[in-house]
Structures are given as C-alpha cells and as structure tokens.
C-alpha cells in the first residue's frame, strides 16, 4: 500500500494521542453527566415540581409540537408507563451512560474495539442532531454536531491509517508450490 501523499498532521504520533485522549475524557464527561440524569430519574420521582419541569424541557427539545409520530409513539409510552414511572428511562439513561464509560475508557486506553463502539455510536446520532439543529438553529447545537462529525472523521482516519500500517508491517510470506 502507498501512503497518501499529504496526512493531516493531527493523525502523526503524540498529536494523533492527544487528540484521542481528549476525546476520551469528552466522552467520560459526557457519561458521568448522564449518569447523574439518570440518577434523578430514578430517585427523584417523588419531585412533582422537578418533574413537571423536566417533563417540559424534554418535550421541547425533543421538538414534540413538529412532529407527530413522536406525539403518538409517546402517548403510547406514557400509557404504558401510567402513574409517571421514569424507572425505565432511568435505566436506559444508566446503560447509556455504561456506554460511554466504556467508549470513553477503551478509547483512553487506545483499544482498536472502543473506538470502533465510538465511531457507530457517534455517527449513529448525528441524523437526529442534523434533525434537532434543522428546527431550533443554534450555536450549541451546531457546536455539539460539528464535535461529533470531527469525532467520527477523526476515529474512522486513524482506524484507516492504523489498519494500512499494520498490513504494511506485516511481511507478504512467500508461499512455495510443488
């Protein structure tokens, strides 16, 4: 394999280190905050005032009011969930937030597998980021879709360039016929 003619400098060595270290630490920040969410779901459902405060800022920044599949598939979930239990999302904000940890961690750790996780996980919410940032325009929001498009773009070039290196560095055998 050839190596390209011009690699970004921030794919070469420590910087290339550097930058998934602090990638890494985004995503534990990331995980210990939906931690604590997760947490107050789970424990605080006995805060009728927090709840109903919650409950509004989820809907609006799920942007309920534009679509009505969401609107539906909620109702739905709310029915199931009669009497306001938040235990399963709860539950599901914990495994996210294992999730993360995990990516965060492996990736700290450069292991070839969390950042595979990251870059599935990452590029899998960036649709709903494009959709959230359609509707409600922001800094913030183009801030958070920008980091993880560069995050996805970053671990895909340094899976690729680790994976040519090693076919690189592997010698061909030669295979004897008789």
């Not at 979930?77 to 495994?95: C, E, H, N, S």
């Not at 649709?127 to 958070?144: K, Q, S, T, Y």
């Not at 040519?164 to 295979?175: F, N, S, T």
């Amino acid at each position: 394999m050839s190596k390209p003619a011009h690699e970004p400098a921030i794919l070469q060595g420590a910087r290339r280190v550097r930058y998934l270290k602090l990638i890494a630490l985004f995503k534990i920040g990331k995980g210990a905050l939906l931690l604590l969410l997760s947490v107050s779901l789970l424990f605080l459902n006995a805060r009728t005032r927090w709840m109903d405060a919650l409950s509004n800022w989820t809907a609006d920044q799920i942007l309920l009011e534009h679509s009505r599949a969401v609107a539906y598939l909620l109702n739905k979930l709310q029915a199931v969930l009669a009497g306001g239990a938040l235990r399963p999302a709860g539950l599901l904000a914990l495994f996210y937030s294992a999730v993360l940890f995990t990516e965060g961690i492996g990736v700290y750790m450069q292991q070839r597998w969390a950042e595979l996780l990251m870059i599935f996980a990452t590029a899998g919410l960036i649709p709903i980021e494009i959709r959230h940032l359609w509707h409600r325009p922001g800094f913030v929001g183009a801030l958070i879709l920008l980091a993880n498009c560069f995050i996805v773009w970053f671990l895909y070039s340094v899976l690729k360039r680790d994976k040519a290196d090693a076919h690189v560095a592997q010698p061909r055998e030669l295979v004897e016929t008789r």
